[in-house]
């Protein structure tokens, strides 16, 4: 059974880091895609970054460039988004999701961040 | 304003059948492979349906789905109470280099 659980949310003031864990199992996860995407109170969906297999490419919202850094560690079957320069817009539930050929087929739970002084 | 347009809302009565549409573009629709998703209030979303009109198991035929040109659809026929939820739709868009994801659509089982 595939499991996404993720991890590292909470309250952080603004311009603080923050750093979400997704522990990932039930599947070979070098092999997969993997994306972070987020969802702000009462909001829909946005895609925040995305990051290959290898993690040898990353992409990124324009709303996080540059402040948000998606990585992996395929030998813990684990994917990770480093945080800085958080803003209050940042204040969202953080899913971690896998792709497969055709999107995203698989969500964790998400971890809820509040920024806020 | 998302790059996927979604009617914010759509409602039915039971038995009803409904359809929620999804209009993108040359660069997201027209190329590349859609999904759509299932959020019910606080949960995780859920994939519905992939590439356009695939169900993955579990998944009721009572869902279906279609693409037109650089538009997609999501239909559910014999609406049922548990249907009331949030449906996105999401596709990579080729010319931003990232996923998108339509506004969302909430559904009301009258």
């Known amino acids: 059974e595939v499991q996404l659980v993720e991890s590292g949310g909470g309250l952080v003031q603004p311009g603080g880091s923050l750093r979400l864990s997704c522990a990932a199992s039930?599947?070979?996860?070098?092999?997969?895609?993997m994306n972070w995407v987020r969802q702000a109170p009462g909001k829909g969906l946005e895609w925040v970054s995305s990051?290959?297999?290898?993690?040898?490419?990353?992409f990124s919202a324009a709303s996080v460039r540059g402040r948000f850094t998606i990585s992996r560690d395929n030998v813990k079957n684990s994917l990770f988004l480093h945080m800085d320069s958080l803003r209050d817009e940042d204040t969202a539930v953080y899913y971690c999701?896998?792709?497969?050929?055709?999107?995203?087929?698989?969500w964790g739970q998400g971890t809820l961040v509040t920024v806020s002084s | 304003q998302s790059v996927l347009t979604q009617p914010p809302s759509a409602s039915g009565t039971p038995g009803q059948r409904v359809t929620i549409s999804c209009s993108g573009g040359?660069?997201?629709?027209?190329?590349?492979?859609l999904n759509w998703y299932q959020q019910l209030p606080g949960t995780a979303p859920k994939l519905l349906m992939y590439?356009?009109?695939q169900r993955p198991s579990g998944v009721p035929d009572r869902f279906s789905g279609s693409k037109s040109g650089t538009s997609a659809s999501l239909a559910i026929s014999g609406l049922q109470s548990e249907d009331e939820a949030d449906y996105y739709c999401?596709?990579?868009?080729?010319?931003?280099?990232?996923?998108?994801f339509g506004g969302g659509t909430k559904l009301t089982v009258l």
């Open positions: 590439s356009y009109n």
């Open positions: 999701a896998r792709t497969d050929t055709s999107g995203i087929d698989y």
């Open positions: 039930g599947f070979t996860f070098s092999t997969y895609v």
């Open positions: 040359s660069s997201n629709i027209g190329k590349n492979s």
């Open positions: 999401a596709v990579w868009d080729d010319s931003l280099n990232g996923r998108v």
């Open positions: 990051i290959t297999s290898s993690g040898g490419n990353i």
